[in-house]
């Protein structure tokens, strides 16, 4: 079993930086892909951005790409999201996934692992 708890979500202005952590517990973190994904009121939960296990690779979604940044530190079990220039359209709860698989997926059916997710709001 994997848990993930994520941080770093708040309010803040159009423009600004957030960087969102995943802290996982129970095991060894470095084995898992991980993915953010986001669900705003209303909407379905979407895709974020997902790195491999050995960090190599990474997707993002159109929406977010050039503006957000998906790592991981194994040596400290966490991945981030490193948000710039954020839009308002960026406001949702942000969720953290992880499974137990090298590639990377969009799909959040396939990811075992969830967070309870972070709020970001991005005020105009």
């Known amino acids: 079993q994997v848990q993930l708890v994520e941080s770093g979500g708040g309010l803040v202005q159009a423009g600004d930086s957030l960087r969102l952590s995943c802290a996982a517990s129970?095991?060894?973190?470095?084995?898992?892909?991980k993915a953010w994904f986001r669900q705003a009121p209303g909407k379905e939960r979407e895709f974020v951005a997902a790195?491999?296990?050995?960090?190599?690779?990474?997707d993002y979604s159109d929406a977010v790409k050039g503006r957000f940044t998906i790592s991981g530190d194994n040596a400290k079990n966490t991945a981030y999201l490193q948000m710039n220039s954020l839009k308002p359209e960026d406001t949702a709860v942000y969720y953290c996934?992880?499974?137990?698989?090298?590639?990377?997926?969009?799909?959040?059916?396939?990811?075992?692992?969830w967070g309870q997710g972070t709020q970001v709001t991005v005020a105009s």
């Open positions: 996934a992880a499974r137990p698989y090298l590639a990377t997926s969009r799909t959040a059916q396939v990811y075992q692992y």
């Open positions: 129970g095991r060894t973190f470095s084995n898992y892909s």
């Open positions: 790195i491999g296990w050995s960090g190599g690779r990474t």
